[in-house]
């Protein structure tokens, strides 16, 4: 069965780097998602990456994929008060069509 | 552009009653995907409809819930007989299909709250 499992909670001090992690379920042809979900809104996609790769940069945001492990991370650098957020790791078969979520994990950026 | 845009936002209802949750899609957007998240979880795949056609209705809870997209743009998700652990936001999310449009957008979600 698909079984996406994150830690529920992460403390972390304005200026320094925040890793969430994440380990799924499929190493095969998938994608993997991170999306960051505020109070009361909806879900907004921050990056992916396919399970061909090992790394992905997009400006403050890394992911690290460890695929043999079935572990991925995402780094953010120069955590700010505005990335305080859930944030929710995502697989999908690249044949497939329906996300499975991971429970969220929840970050708290500290001044 | 314009995101993907769902209402109403909120709804209460009491156990019993019908309820119709619409989602508008990314214009242009083939794929469309129906989610429910109850408090404290991550969201859970409901229906994905390609086109028209509901494509993978595996998610669907049991035969209370239904969708349409008769046009391809517009969907509703119709809930008959609604009991309170109905009570969740529903997400809806479209793609452009296929393997280069596999990123879901999402809306913002409309509350449902069963009383």
């Known amino acids: 069965g698909e079984d996406v499992e994150q830690s529920l909670f992460l403390s972390v001090r304005e200026g320094d780097s925040s890793v969430i992690n994440c380990t799924y379920t499929?190493?095969?042809?998938?994608?993997l998602y991170w999306y960051k979900q505020e109070p009361g809104a909806g879900l907004q996609l921050l990056t992916y990456i396919f399970s061909n790769m090992d790394m992905k940069q997009d400006q403050r945001l890394t992911v690290l994929l460890y695929n043999k492990d079935k572990h991925l991370s995402l780094r953010i650098a120069d955590t700010q008060t505005g990335d305080s957020a859930i944030y929710f790791c995502a697989e999908k078969y690249a044949a497939g069509n329906k996300l499975t979520f991971g429970g969220g994990t929840r970050v708290l950026v500290k001044p | 552009g314009a995101g993907v845009s769902q209402t109403p936002s909120n709804k209460v209802t009491e156990k019993g009653k019908y309820v119709e949750l619409r989602c508008d899609p990314i214009s242009g957007h083939t794929a469309l995907y129906w989610y429910r998240q109850s408090l404290g979880q991550g969201p859970e795949f409901l229906i994905y409809f390609q086109g028209t056609g509901a494509a993978d209705d595996s998610g669907l809870p049991n035969d209370r819930f239904f969708a349409v997209r008769p046009e391809g743009s517009v969907s509703t998700l119709k809930i008959q007989r609604t009991e309170r652990g109905d009570s969740a936001v529903y997400l809806c999310?479209?793609?452009?299909?296929?393997?280069?449009?596999?990123?879901?957008?999402f809306g913002p979600g409309t509350r449902l709250t069963v009383t």
């Open positions: 499929d190493s095969s042809s998938t994608y």
């Open positions: 999310a479209s793609s452009s299909g296929g393997t280069g449009g596999h990123e879901q957008y």
